[in-house]
């Protein structure tokens, strides 16, 4: 799609699928939204944005509301109801909002260790290490090439995505399930592709692989 407007509404309308596939999926869809917002040019981000936004909310504000009508919840009942049992359970056996919230803590640290060891298939000694060396590299290369300023980001962004979904199901509904941690699944061998190709190599993160959506005139 070679005109801009058009281009715009396309990813909206895409954010929007990919939100009615998922509700979960909303981490991701902001982490895209700021990416292209980001790589535009900056007279017209506002303008990009907006038809982003605007498309996205087209397909899922009708889905959200009918929700809200029907059943008083913006999202799907069944992603209430178990979470809702735990947390009751879990009251009724006299626990403060301290404790409540330290346990919600404890299952997101353990839902990210375990899937890191294990549901990736990574072993407990080459992950963390692994992604540590990355980002040790990814911050030596910050400043040698454009691209590799343009990917990090954006990989980052999606990090942090993955990061509070896992949280959000963990911490929060304290419904962790592994499969919860297929996003990572994807995008930390990424991660350590781009790293291990800047370290052998030397040589920037190619354009190709970075998101172009500057304004064509």
Not at 104 to 109: D, E, N, P, R
Not at 163 to 173: D, E, G, M, Q, Y
Request: hydrophobic content about 50%.
């Amino acid at each position: 799609i070679r005109n801009p407007k058009s281009l715009s509404v396309a990813i909206g309308l895409l954010m929007g699928l990919l939100f009615l596939a998922r509700t979960d999926n909303v981490f991701f869809i902001g982490a895209f939204w700021l990416a292209v917002v980001a790589f535009t040019e900056r007279g017209q981000r506002l303008k990009r944005g907006t038809l982003m936004a605007a498309a996205a909310a087209a397909l899922a504000v009708p889905w959200v509301a009918y929700n809200w009508l029907a059943f008083g919840s913006p999202i799907q009942v069944s992603g209430l109801s178990i979470p809702y049992v735990h947390h009751e359970l879990y009251r009724l056996q006299g626990h403060s909002s301290g404790e409540a919230l330290a346990h919600g803590l404890k299952q997101f640290a353990v839902m990210l260790y375990e899937g890191l060891r294990g549901e990736i298939g990574y072993s407990r000694l080459v992950s963390f290490p692994a992604l540590g060396l990355s980002l040790l590299i990814f911050a030596t290369r910050w400043r040698k090439g454009p691209a590799a300023r343009r990917a990090v980001p954006v990989l980052l962004a999606l990090g942090l995505a993955c990061l509070a979904h896992l949280f959000i199901h963990s911490a929060i509904r304290w419904y962790p399930r592994p499969w919860y941690f297929d996003q990572l699944l994807v995008l930390l061998p990424v991660v350590f592709a781009f790293a291990l190709s800047l370290l052998v190599t030397g040589s920037d993160v190619p354009d190709s692989l970075t998101p172009n959506t500057e304004h064509r005139t």
